[in-house]
C-alpha cells in the first residue's frame, strides 16, 4: 500500500510560482511511474504531468508546457512540480497519482494510489 501527502499549494497571482510536492510512504515507488493531475469545480480531472521512475522521462500537457516542471527525488521517496507563469486557469485542485507500472500513463484510471489533493488558487 502507497500513502501520497500533497503539500505546497496556495494563493498566488498571476506570473507568480509555487512548488508542489508529493511524498510517498509504505512503499518505494522509485519504479512507479507517478503523475500530477488537476480537477477544477464541475470539471473534470485532467493530466497534467507525469514522470517514469529511474529513467525519468517525463510527458506534460500542452497547456503547461514550458512553464510546469516534473522531478523526483527517489532518495526521499518525493515528486515535485514546479509551477511556473501561473495564469488564473491553473487554478484547481491539484493531486499526485501513483501508478503500479514504470510507463507514464495520462488517464486517471491508469493510476493506482492517490493523495488528498492541494488546491492552488491564480488570482489575475
Known amino acids: 500500500q502507497v500513502q501520497l501527502v500533497e503539500s505546497g499549494g496556495g494563493l498566488v497571482q498571476a506570473g507568480g510560482s509555487l512548488r508542489l510536492s508529493c511524498a510517498a510512504s509504505?512503499?518505494?515507488?522509485?519504479?512507479?511511474?507517478m503523475g500530477w493531475f488537476r480537477q477544477a469545480p464541475g470539471k473534470e480531472r485532467d493530466f497534467v504531468a507525469a514522470?517514469?521512475?529511474?529513467?525519468?522521462?517525463?510527458h506534460y500537457a500542452d497547456s503547461v508546457k514550458g512553464r510546469f516542471t516534473i522531478s523526483r527525488d527517489n532518495a526521499k521517496n518525493t515528486v515535485y512540480l514546479q509551477m511556473s507563469s501561473l495564469k488564473p486557469e491553473d487554478t484547481a485542485l491539484y493531486y499526485c497519482a501513483a501508478r503500479h507500472y514504470v510507463l507514464i500513463g495520462t488517464s486517471p484510471t491508469e493510476y493506482n494510489y492517490w493523495g488528498q489533493g492541494t488546491q492552488v488558487t491564480v488570482s489575475s
Open positions: 509504505g512503499r518505494i515507488v522509485s519504479d512507479y511511474a
Open positions: 514522470i517514469t521512475g529511474s529513467t525519468r522521462n517525463t
